[in-house]
């Protein structure tokens, strides 16, 4: 593989973080679909999975697992420069202070939750996107995206929930929480996923390129191993 990253990898990689900043500053927002209840980020984060399994498909794991830490970093930057504008004085003609405070405060632990749930749900994704791509010698991209997608909306929602509200709000309120998100995100992928069949069919063509992790790639599912790329 060409060490080097390429403008369709790069475009796939600044629209992965731009996604999960913009989603996890439209998480502050409940909103109601019929009789169910979700949040606001439901609207753009499953779009990180989409280009998660775009790049797993074209790229392989290594190359997702370093975009999934890097848009970590930049939703952790996000949020630090966000909380260093809270705490800076107000000016005394601005009146948005207690507005900001409220939209924008987020709480240690929800904090917490976002990040760990991210990290967690985006690997299991990547991790079973490509042991499946092996598994099926490459067929089966439909099927493989949504039960990925599937895989990793669960335990995003395992994690965040328990993590966000357990003790805070009644335990079947959560376990509804949990069940619902997972089910509309993956729904989410499958209205979708004729723009992201053609999204992988594009890259594939202009990068020449359709990775396997089997053994002869030498691949390193360790989720860690940040800088190993290739």
Do not use: H
Not at 70 to 84: A, K, S, Y
């Amino acid at each position: 593989m060409n060490k080097k990253f390429s403008v369709p990898f790069l475009l796939l990689a600044v629209l992965f973080c731009i996604f999960l900043v913009i989603a996890n500053l439209l998480e502050v927002k409940v909103v109601r679909f019929g009789s169910l209840s979700a949040t606001a980020g439901l609207v753009v984060f499953p779009l990180s999975y989409i280009i998660n399994d775009c790049i797993v498909e074209v790229y392989g794991f290594q190359r997702a697992r370093f975009v999934i830490w890097l848009g970590f970093l930049m939703n952790l930057v996000v949020v630090l420069l966000i909380q260093l504008a809270l705490v800076l004085p107000p000016d005394p003609v601005w009146t948005g202070q207690q507005a900001m405070e409220v939209v924008y405060g987020s709480t240690p632990r929800i904090l917490l939750a976002s990040f760990t749930a991210f990290v967690c749900g985006s690997m299991v994704n990547a991790y079973i996107m490509s042991r499946m791509k092996v598994m099926s010698r490459g067929r089966y991209f439909s099927a493989r995206a949504i039960l990925s997608t599937l895989f990793g909306e669960g335990v995003d929602s395992l994690v965040f929930f328990p993590i966000a509200f357990g003790g805070v709000l009644p335990w079947s309120t959560v376990l509804t929480l949990i069940w619902s998100q997972a089910v509309i995100k993956t729904a989410y992928e499958v209205v979708v996923l004729p723009v992201t069949l053609k999204v992988v069919k594009y890259v594939k063509r202009k990068e020449r390129l359709d990775t396997y992790d089997d053994k002869a790639s030498g691949v390193d599912y360790r989720w860690w191993k940040i800088g190993k790329i290739d």
